[in-house]
């Protein structure tokens, strides 16, 4: 597609089970973002992807948050043991090359609601 | 650390009217500025940015801001809104030294045009 996808949509799960969100970047971006974006709240910086490898992942809140690259395309948000205080819009944005210029293009985001 | 304070929350406004959304922030290093819009059931997109050069910066949609070092703002203005406007708009910022955009988000100003 022309735009950064993220599956699914919606997610409502239940306290302490495992989550698992996409995202597919726009073709040819190399860089990939995700941000967490709680109610009432401007995104935060989870973690970031240059190609395969999480080259920067100090906005991870604890160690039940991982992410993956695996072929340096779609990107997979895992959640472990969720909680309540997880429940927020997951956002995943793309760039082409490493400049930090701030042109990020943004999903539309994975709202995960924990019950 | 940066940090990004957008004081209104919401900014009501009549068709036609000017606007300023107001927005300053708070960092020990350089940084670049960013203004970036959330139309509803869209994802982020970048409106303008501030990189160096000029102070006064446009971008889309006849949208433009004026970065004043001494006062660390970077306010948004529109001297005539259209109903189109009406939208969640974020001002961030990350440092000049990095090879990521690792952007610092304000909580939003949500624009709201009215006939």
């Known amino acids: 597609g022309a735009g950064v996808s993220q599956t699914p949509s919606n997610k409502v799960t239940e306290k302490g089970k495992y989550v698992e969100l996409r995202c597919d970047p726009i073709s040819g971006h190399t860089a990939l973002y995700w941000y967490r974006q709680s109610l009432g709240q401007g995104p935060e910086f989870l973690i970031y992807?240059?190609?395969?490898?999480?080259?920067?992942d100090s906005g991870l809140p604890n160690d039940r948050f991982f992410a993956v690259r695996p072929e340096g395309s779609v990107s997979t948000l895992k959640i472990q043991r969720t909680e309540r205080g997880d429940s927020a819009v997951y956002l995943c944005?793309?760039?082409?090359?490493?400049?930090?210029?701030?042109?990020?293009?943004f999903g539309e985001g994975s709202r995960l609601t924990v019950l | 650390a940066q940090s990004v304070t957008q004081l209104d929350s919401q900014v009501p406004v009549f068709e036609e009217a000017p606007v300023e959304l107001r927005c300053n922030y708070s960092?020990?290093?350089?940084?670049?500025l960013f203004w970036y819009v959330q139309y509803p059931n869209q994802g982020l997109q970048l409106l303008l940015k501030y990189l160096s050069g000029s102070t006064l910066v446009k971008g889309i949609n006849g949208f433009e801001a004026e970065f004043n070092k001494s006062q660390t703002s970077f306010h948004l203005r529109k001297p005539s809104v259209h109903i189109s406007d009406t939208a969640e708009y974020f001002c961030a910022v990350t440092p000049r030294t990095g090879t990521a955009s690792k952007l610092t988000f304000g909580t939003g100003t949500r624009l709201q045009v009215t006939l």
């Open positions: 944005a793309s760039s082409f090359g490493t400049a930090n210029t701030g042109e990020l293009f």
């Open positions: 960092s020990s290093v350089s940084v670049y």
């Open positions: 992807f240059q190609g395969t490898g999480a080259a920067d």
